[in-house]
């Protein structure tokens, strides 16, 4: 019985009224990114995403993944339609070029419809997600003959996409990986290893799935300059674009989660798969980094979905759950008992939740609109701005907001007394959902060390003093503000 | 500044106040998010526009009982790594 509600206005209030998106209406990409345009696009999605994931959320967290003995996987029911709705909609490629099908719109768009997504249904919406992370890879180091091979087909959904680096020993290490490839002579490799964790790795919903793999070249040097990354499609392409051969790659257990049931969670076996290199030799994990800003944003985006989503129906509970009565006199004397929301600790609890949801919102549109200039603009100080920006924010985006987004899970949780702990009413999936985006995509602790090790020192501390300039000269315009003593609202 | 004066010759400054610093880096950025809303929401209140009060409401909400958390966040990363290094491994 939990419900979710895309705000929409919300986003349309931070991206035009606060962050001023449509000042960059100049730069290629932000011409369609005008406020009606994205008003209409953010309904659309949100439509699509409270009528057609949200349902299944609950549905698809019982019923799971399946492994059948032969090895396919099959998704919850409804899963696979409303994938297909979702890919119909053109939504996977929203932010993905023209040039293959996408709409060309800025990822800051695509980052809110991500959020929507994420709050109404997590596991189903990493099935997309994952295959806009292996479409940004390709895009970014495929060859022209591979994005021509693989980009329509996985932005148009019919091809999903996944990423596979974490070996058994190793996740936060990948220096440490195993997986092994032998150049076959002919330009392509056949890999061989195991990678576990893998999200959407095998599943019932599309007709392939593009495999991205970090791998070491036999022959290459150890630790993490020896890695490359190769695609290995599911099913062989023929050379225009039919699906031949099954590839030796396959599931061979399905992860059992605490959470994300809905998503297929796997471990994949590669036996002499047949691959073909992305990018550089043994420049994989370069490759890799230059997709992290993006992907941590994401993760980022879900920790924000999964605290707004518990938020909504916490709030609403407290509006209608009836115990004791307010400290300073009953405030629905007619009723046998008020509603939670008069008593002062649940007040706190919710604009905790309330209050951190509305800026991490804002700091993640912000992040986002500043990636967007920094790919496209034609100033080079813009771009290394941009860029500065989005090396120093991104772990802060992804540790902290998956961080307290899984406490306010939590507390929205409490709110509900002993009915939080009901699977029913919902708000323990909210908590067993969010807890791995604290994990994945690097484990809070180590976007903490990237942050402190890296990003702080780096180019001389150019980028944390730029970040200070902005936020003391913003306090220094602002000084002579008169805030509001009006606290009533309605 | 505490970690350039005390974490380049001494790594493990770093590491110990690593995950303070990534939460009190958010709580400042959250923060001047917050300050960038307010400012527009006055504006639009000012123009008339009733449904700002919430927002102004949360805002203020997160200054006076959520950013008072840097201060502990703070106190944490000068603190060093002393006590968090001290112990042998099988002390634990």
Redesign the interface.
Known sequence: MPSYKAPVADTL??LY???GFDRHSNLPGFADAGRDTVETILEEGAKLCEKSFQPLNRSGDLQGCVRLANGDVTTPNGFKEAFKAFAEGGWIGLAAGPEYGGQGLPHTVAAAINEYASAANMALAMYAGLTQGAIAALVLHGSDEQKKLYLPKMIEGSWTGTMNLTEPHCGTDLGLIKTKAVPQGDGSYKITGQKIFISAGEHDMTENIVHLVLARIEGAPEGTKGISLFVAPKVLPGADGSLGERNAVSCGALEHKMGIHGNSTCVMNYDGATAWLVGEENRGLAAMFTMMNEARLGVGVQGLAQSDVAYQNAAAYAKDRLQGRSLTGAKEAAKPADPIIVHPDVR?TL??I???N???R??VL?TAIRGDVAHVSEDPKERQAGEDHMGL?T??IK???T??GFDNAVKAQQMFGGHGYIAEWGMEQFVRDARIAMIYEGA??V???D???RK?PRDGGRAIMA?FKE?DG??KD?AE????N????? | MW?MAN?MGK?DN??A???D???L??L?????????????A?E??AEGD?TM??????????ME??IPETATRLAAITAGAEAVMALPADAF
């Open positions: 209030f931070l009224d606060v962050l706190r604009l905790s309330k209050a951190f509305e800026a991490a804002a700091l912000w924010m772990p802060i540790g902290v907001i961080d307290v809070n602790g976007q903490a060390m942050l402190v090790g702080l970040f936020v913003f306090l602002n503000t008169q805030g509001s009006r606290s009533s609202s309605r | 970690f974490a790594p770093a590491g106040g690593a995950t610093y990534m939460h880096f958010g400042v950025a959250l923060g001047y998010m917050w300050a960038r809303i307010a400012k527009t006055l639009k209140q009733e009060a919430t927002k102004l409401v949360a805002g203020r909400f997160f009982r959520m």
